[in-house]
Structure formats: C-alpha cells, structure tokens
T-cell receptor, first 113, second 112 residues
Framework: KAGVTQTPRYLIKTRGQQVTLSCSPI?????VSWYQQTPGQGLQFLFE???????NKGNFPGRFSGRQFSNSRSEMNVSTLELGDSALYLC????????????FGNGTRLTVT | TQLLEQSPQFLSIQEGENLTVYCNSS?????LQWYRQEPGEGPVLLVT?????EVKKLKRLTFQFGDARKDSSLHITAAQPGDTGLYLC????????????FGGGTRLMVKP
C-alpha cells in the first residue's frame, strides 16, 4: 500500500506570494490532517478534513486554508506569505474509527525569503 | 488550550544505557500517542495508550499512561544507535478527531 504522498518536497517562495501544497492520503483513508513543524514551536495542528468537510481547525490565521476533494486528496494554501511561515508542512491521513493511527507523509519544506 | 511539556529536550547517551522521556500536562487526554521522527521524514507512530495506568511494551520500549491520563513516559532499555531520532508525544482530546497536541520533542542520540 502506498504511503501518504506530499508534493512538492521543497519550495522556495518570496514574502507576499501564495503557495499551494498537495497531499495524497493512503488509499481508503478519508481523514486528512495538516500540521506545521518549526524548530521553535514544534508540531502544531492546522486543520483536519473528513469527507470534504473541515472537521477541526487549529489556531492559525485565515491566511492558512485548505480543502479536500471527493477522492480524499487534500490541498492547503497559504496566502500573503510571511518569513515566519517557513516550516515543514506535514500531512497525515487516517481511516475512520476511534484511535485510528495517523500516517504522516514526509512533508513539504517551505522556505520564505 | 492544552499543552504537553516534554522532557528532556536533548539526550545523548552511550549504547547500552537506559533512558526515560517524560510527557506532562495539566489537561486530561483521551489518548496519548508516541511517535519517532527521523531527519527528512514524517513522524511514525510507535504506540497509542488510551487507558489510565496502561503500560505497553514494544521490544525494548515501554510506554506508560498516567492514572489520571495527564502524563506519559517512554522508557528505553539498553539503547542502541538505531534508536537515535526525535521522539514526540501527542495527546488527543475528547471528540477532537485527529487534532493532536504535540510535545516539543526529545532529540535522542545514542553513541556506539
């Protein structure tokens, strides 16, 4: 079974630009979550989508948004990029059911200059 | 806001030594997960504990969930260089879906 795939692996953008990151979950997984990982703040929850609906949202500004498609693939978008948005963005998928394990992708490393 | 304090932040030990990583919170979690992350990769789930007082063993790793479900520990016996990595604890609140609160991580280095 293929794992969670995130594209691209690396991205360099300039302040003020916007960026879209993509995540393909494990086949059959309907929940997709996004996390931001930085050296200073660690891993922080961005949002979770389940069956194309946002189920939970973390404490991030509205510049961060996401969506999920009918095939469970998900995208997240960051508009008006700031230097502090430089981070590793991780996507995780899981199947339904309590305590279903999260399967993380290897992330997209975003650098904002 | 739920917070998870993880300690120590860094640990450098010799092969064969034992170690314990702690994860503490003032909040109650419905479950507590432990992950290991290696450079350039995403975290990989090691274990999930859901019952207060629960102890789970995974080869040389022993995980414990506190009775009040506010804290957890990871104990590694006879550490090996292959255990080197970033260890993360993560708590799930009630009805929180996959919204996990992560600890700051423990970076472990095991020297041969």
């Amino acid at each position: 079974k293929a794992g969670v795939t995130q594209t691209p692996r690396y991205l360099i953008k300039t302040r003020g630009q916007q960026v879209t990151l993509s995540c393909s979950p494990i086949s059959g997984h309907r929940s997709v979550s996004w996390y931001q990982q930085t050296p200073g703040q660690g891993l922080q929850f961005l949002f979770e989508y389940f069956s194309e609906t946002q189920r939970n949202k973390g404490n991030f500004p509205g510049r961060f948004s996401g969506r999920q498609f009918s095939n469970s693939r998900s995208e997240m978008n960051v508009s008006t990029l700031e230097l502090g948005d430089s981070a590793l963005y991780l996507c995780a998928s899981s199947s339904v059911g309590s305590y279903s394990p999260l399967h993380f992708g290897n992330g997209t490393r975003l650098t904002v200059t | 806001t739920q917070l998870l304090e993880q300690s120590p932040q860094f640990l450098s030990i010799q092969e064969g030594e034992n170690l314990t990583v702690y994860c503490n919170s003032s909040s109650v979690f419905s479950s507590l997960q432990w992950y290991r992350q290696e450079p350039g990769e995403g975290p990989v789930l090691l274990v999930t504990v859901v019952t207060g007082g629960e102890v789970k063993k995974l080869k040389r790793l022993t995980f414990q969930f506190g009775d009040a479900r506010k804290d957890s520990s990871l104990h590694i016996t006879a550490a090996q260089p292959g255990d080197t990595g970033l260890y993360l604890c993560a708590g799930a609140g009630n009805n929180a879906g996959n919204m996990l609160t992560f600890g700051g991580g423990t970076r472990l280095m095991v020297k041969p």
